[in-house]
Nanobody, 127 residues
Framework: QLQLVESGGGLVQPGGSLRLSCAASGAPFVYYAIAWFRQAPGKEREAVSCVSVSGHGPNYADSVKGRFTISRDNTKNTVYLQMSSLKPEDAAIYYC????????????????????WGQGTQVTVSS
């Protein structure tokens, strides 16, 4: 069973940067597409970015395109989310999630496709 642990959250000023990490264990990492979701207070959990097994052609929500970069290191069983030019509206709990991949380029933003979730890491953007 895939286990996911997020880290790297914290307090950052608007315009600043953070790098989140999602460390996987318990199952072959290369079987899973990994996505980042976020949930702000009073709002639904939304997809931020997804990376396929191959790492090519990652997907991004329109709200983060050009500011966030997702990557994965299959040798370290870890996915990263580099967040730059952070805005107050980026503040949320960030979760990584794993979906069994149907192919090396598989990626999805559908919450129901993800069977494995981490516990989340808090990102606060405030001056």
């Amino acid at each position: 069973q895939l286990q996911l642990v997020e880290s790297g959250g914290g307090l950052v000023q608007p315009g600043g940067s953070l790098r989140l990490s999602c460390a996987a264990s318990g199952a072959p990492f290369v079987y899973y597409a990994i996505a980042w979701f976020r949930q702000a207070p009073g709002k639904e959990r939304e997809a931020v970015s997804c990376v396929s097994v191959s790492g090519h052609g990652p997907n991004y929500a329109d709200s983060v395109k050009g500011r966030f970069t997702i990557s994965r290191d299959n040798t370290k069983n870890t996915v990263y989310l580099q967040m730059s030019s952070l805005k107050p509206e980026d503040a949320a709990i960030y979760y990584c999630a794993g979906a069994r991949a149907s192919g090396r380029t598989y990626c999805t933003f559908l919450r129901g496709d993800f069977d494995y979730w981490g516990q989340g890491t808090q990102v606060t953007v405030s001056s």
